[in-house]
């Protein structure tokens, strides 16, 4: 395999949850999904065939349709300034979903949250995509900072290691509800309660 090539490795489950700092549920109505960084040229590293890929494509698809067929806001993040790769396609962002471009700067990036919650009148966030231990964990420490309630989704979120995706699981643990796709959707559809 070559310097930058993903070893597979299986999605955790939700006997692998870390215990979070806190406790809470998906509401539908004041969610706003976040799908990061799910463009052609990240995921190249990863054999789109196996696991983490396969599930975490999958897993993002199944949550943005639920959102979508519930009206939840989705917006789609990307790195402010980095190689405009095209979307995947299989979780590729409509006209009416938002875009949200990443600042280093972590003032700049908890306004650009901050702004996008208002706007859709949204006081929790779903946090799903590639760069577990990057984007996807500072979104839960940026919503944590705004006093907003996150869900960090285990299986729909992906790094370039089983040992990083870990890490960013134990983190998000300090600052949102580490979950799975199963469980918000269920909590999104009101029949996990």
Known sequence: MGPHTVTPYRMPTVAHLPSPARYGRCHAERCLLVIHDMQHG???????????ALELVHNIAKI?????????PIAYSSVSGAQPWPVLAAVAPRPRDLSLRRRRDNRARQETLAA??????????IVTGLHARGGCLRTA???????????????AVADYSRDKH??????????AVPTTSGTVIGELLGVLR
Do not use: K, W
Request: charged share 30%.
């Open 42 to 52: 990240f995921l190249r590293a990863f054999a789109g065939d196996r696991s983490p």
């Open 64 to 72: 943005r349709d639920t959102c979508r067929e519930l009206g939840i």
């Open 116 to 125: 996008a919650l208002r706007a859709q009148g949204r006081d929790q966030v």
């Open 141 to 155: 420490m940026d919503a944590h900072a705004l006093g907003v309630e996150s869900f960090f989704v285990a299986d």
């Open 166 to 175: 870990e890490q960013a699981l134990r983190s998000a643990a300090e600052h």
